[in-house]
């Protein structure tokens, strides 16, 4: 019988369950296989999945991919947008807060290879933009301190209490 030792596994505990009539060495052998198996199966998935990150994410991780990196300025009233709109499409992206302008903008990077998909991305958010920037809805707050002072304006009802003894 072959004995593997892997760092990880000899830290932890494992426990296999062996539902057999008769325990013999063939059995031990292949209970052990068919844990090796899935215990490597387990760990390729996970390798192959941290390397799949997508969406949004770190600047560190985006430009560790090795793909190139583009960037474009993003202002922030519409920040929620684009990241909604980017991952529609599957953009891999990082947002990066840049604090030497006075008005609070933000830096968009993304993949180089995304070229395409980020043109079709800004299309579809200026879209969106202009159309929230057209339809001059009034301010909710502006009407709300209009009614306030209507009603501070209007006299109060004062009321009488009159106690009457009855028997």
Known sequence: MRVLVNEEV???AVRLVFSTTKLSA???TKGMETFLGEHRRKKDMKATKDDRIQGKQ???QLIGQNQGVSSLPVGET???DFERIAKKYGVDFAIVKDKTVTPTKYMVFFKARDADAIAQVLAEYTAKQMKKQSQNR???LKALKKFKELVASMPKKEHEKKKEKSR
């Open 26 to 28: 063939n059995t031990l």
């Open 78 to 80: 519409g920040l929620k």
């Open 10 to 12: 000899a830290e932890k």
């Open 58 to 60: 770190t600047i560190k």
């Open 138 to 140: 009034p301010s909710l």
